[in-house]
């Protein structure tokens, strides 16, 4: 049983930065795959980013490629997820996803653990 924990998020302006943090306990951290996920008010859950489980291999949503980076340190048990360049319509709140297969993909209902979300507000 993996336990996932988010922070970092916040109100900022459009063109600045946030770094969010997906701490994990309870399992075996770099057994799993991690993606974030964000949601949008009114909106479906979409897929941001993944990583593998080494962090080998990183795969990112068209609409942000290019602004986000994620990354993991599995000695400290954390994803991050750095974002640059913010926009109005990276506002929602942002979600860690684990899961033990070796690549869960894009779709939200193949991760088994997730965090409980955290809140990201940019401002135009």
């Known amino acids: 049983q993996v336990q996932l924990e988010e922070s970092g998020g916040g109100l900022v302006q459009a063109g600045g930065s946030l770094r969010l943090s997906c701490a994990a306990s309870g399992g075996t951290f770099s057994s799993h795959c991690v993606a974030w996920f964000r949601q949008a008010p009114g909106k479906e859950r979409e897929f941001v980013a993944v990583?593998?489980?080494?962090?080998?291999?990183?795969y990112y949503a068209d609409s942000v490629k290019g602004r986000f980076t994620i990354s993991r340190d599995n000695d400290m048990n954390t994803v991050y997820l750095q974002m640059n360049n913010l926009k109005s319509e990276d506002t929602g709140v942002y979600y860690c996803?684990?899961?033990?297969?070796?690549?869960?993909?894009?779709?939200?209902?193949?991760?088994?653990?997730w965090g409980q979300g955290t809140q990201v507000t940019v401002s135009s």
């Open positions: 990583i593998s489980r080494r962090g080998g291999a990183t």
């Open positions: 996803a684990a899961d033990y297969r070796l690549f869960p993909g894009r779709e939200s209902y193949n991760y088994e653990y």
